[in-house]
């Protein structure tokens, strides 16, 4: 395949694909955009007008049918995701997923049934994006010691997109698109073990504030059942404790930030690209990333790197998204059963 011309195809060209991914798979060589399917025909043909992609279809079979097309970028709500997944594995394409991987863990677990059974094809979910120049610095700085014995993680994600009430629903806010999902807890579940080890257990409590919101295409007051504020105690395998605060009706700046609270000293990052080793109140330390591995967005170059080159994917594989939608499906498991789930039983 390195010798070759690389086809694509859509599924899916919402605001990432067309603002990330379309543009950059156009920033490298010897790719051809050959095909697009959005929700409708209409703006299937937007998007090619607008990229230069060679055909608009209506169907994803004519995508996955297609014999010019050798890997399919999957830009759709959640509710596609497994369906696609398999369907593009099973017609013989590499897959480029977007996240959130899927509905729930057994619809991810049978999206990494079906890459193992065609371990020939890359099989890549669209990592999390806010820690990507620093998650290898901040690996380092755990493994090399610098804080000492490491024992808490806190995650505050803190905002206010929600708090207008006459905003109208989004995909977000409905179950039977996004699953079990929530807010942006799973992108930062992704974060916390990129960094510091898969989640053994958790106990989870919510809220919903606002219960109903207008459904522009129906015009109509729907429920919402997924929370506008969330709080999650997990333990890690290593034993580490992590505490989530997500909410998106805070009434204040917006907060992002992660603390690693360690037995000798502590990191925060700001959510941007921005580390501080505190030792004491007045002992602080600037830690830029490391040069070498502060990459940032490459993930339409990784995704190729591993087709062209079969490199393994690092950022972020199949078994890797069926372990963030454990955790996912397990906080929604605490939420019905008011008590602490062990990610073992999902």
Same mark, same amino acid.
């Given at each position: 395949?390195?010798?070759?011309?690389?086809?694509?195809?859509?599924?899916?060209?919402?605001?990432?694909?067309?603002?990330?991914?379309?543009?950059?798979?156009?920033?490298?060589?010897? #790719?051809?955009?050959?095909?697009?399917?959005?929700?409708?025909?209409?703006?299937?043909?937007?998007?090619?007008?607008?990229?230069?992609?060679?055909?608009?279809?209506?169907?994803?079979?004519?995508?996955?049918?297609?014999?010019? #097309?050798?890997?399919?970028?999957?830009?759709?709500?959640?509710?596609?995701?497994?369906?696609?997944?398999?369907?593009?594995?099973?017609?013989?394409?590499?897959?480029?997923?977007?996240?959130?991987?899927?509905?729930?863990?057994?619809?991810?677990?049978?999206?990494?049934?079906?890459?193992?059974?065609?371990?020939?094809?890359?099989?890549?979910?669209?990592?999390?994006?806010?820690?990507?120049?620093?998650?290898?610095?901040?690996?380092?700085?755990?493994?090399?010691?610098?804080?000492?014995?490491?024992?808490?993680?806190?995650?505050?994600?803190?905002?206010?997109?929600?708090?207008?009430?006459?905003?109208?629903?989004?995909?977000?806010?409905?179950?039977?698109?996004?699953?079990? *999902?929530?807010?942006?807890?799973? #992108?930062?579940?992704?974060?916390?073990?990129?960094?510091?080890?898969?989640?053994?257990?958790?106990?989870?409590?919510?809220?919903?504030?606002?219960?109903?919101?207008?459904?522009?295409?129906?015009?109509?007051?729907?429920?919402?059942?997924?929370?506008?504020?969330?709080?999650?105690?997990?333990?890690?395998?290593?034993?580490?404790?992590?505490?989530?605060?997500?909410?998106?009706?805070? *009434?204040?700046?917006?907060?992002?930030?992660?603390?690693?609270?360690?037995?000798?000293?502590?990191?925060?990052?700001?959510?941007?690209?921005?580390?501080?080793?505190?030792?004491?109140?007045?002992?602080?330390?600037?830690?830029?990333?490391?040069?070498?591995?502060?990459?940032?967005?490459?993930?339409?170059?990784?995704?190729?790197?591993?087709?062209?080159?079969?490199?393994?994917?690092?950022?972020?594989?199949?078994?890797?998204?069926?372990?963030?939608?454990?955790?996912?499906?397990?906080?929604?498991?605490?939420?019905?059963?008011?008590?602490?789930?062990?990610?073992?039983?999902?």
């Amino acid at each position: 395949m390195s010798n070759k011309k690389l086809r694509i195809g859509f599924i899916g060209a919402g605001g990432n694909t067309t603002s990330r991914h379309i543009p950059g798979f156009q920033s490298l060589d010897n #790719i051809e955009l050959v095909a697009v399917c959005n929700r409708t025909i209409e703006s299937s043909a937007r998007v090619a007008k607008q990229f230069g992609i060679k055909n608009a279809v209506s169907k994803p079979e004519e995508i996955f049918n297609s014999p010019e #097309i050798d890997a399919i970028c999957i830009g759709t709500w959640p509710y596609r995701h497994s369906e696609y997944s398999i369907a593009a594995l099973q017609s013989g394409k590499h897959v480029l997923c977007e996240a959130r991987m899927a509905m729930n863990a057994t619809e991810a677990k049978a999206m990494l049934d079906i890459a193992n059974q065609h371990r020939n094809l890359v099989a890549q979910l669209v990592p999390a994006p806010m820690d990507l120049p620093v998650w290898q610095t901040v690996r380092r700085l755990i493994s090399e010691q610098k804080l000492g014995d490491l024992r808490e993680v806190h995650v505050d994600v803190l905002n206010g997109t929600a708090i207008d009430e006459t905003l109208p629903l989004h995909w977000r806010h409905q179950k039977k698109y996004s699953g079990m *999902n929530i807010m942006m807890f799973g #992108i930062f579940a992704e974060i916390v073990t990129r960094w510091t080890g898969k989640t053994e257990s958790l106990v989870a409590d919510a809220q919903v504030f606002i219960p109903s919101r207008i459904d522009t295409e129906s015009g109509k007051q729907v429920q919402i059942e997924i929370p506008d504020s969330l709080g999650v105690f997990a333990k890690l395998e290593n034993d580490i404790r992590v505490t989530y605060r997500i909410s998106t009706v805070i *009434n204040d700046s917006p907060s992002t930030s992660i603390s690693l609270y360690g037995s000798e000293a502590t990191l925060y990052w700001d959510g941007q690209d921005h580390l501080t080793l505190s030792k004491s109140q007045s002992e602080k330390e600037i830690i830029p990333a490391d040069s070498q591995t502060a990459i940032g967005w490459n993930v339409e170059s990784d995704f190729v790197s591993s087709i062209r080159e079969n490199n393994p994917v690092r950022l972020t594989n199949f078994e890797d998204g069926v372990h963030y939608m454990k955790i996912t499906e397990a906080v929604n498991q605490s939420l019905m059963n008011q008590h602490r789930i062990n990610l073992d039983a999902i």
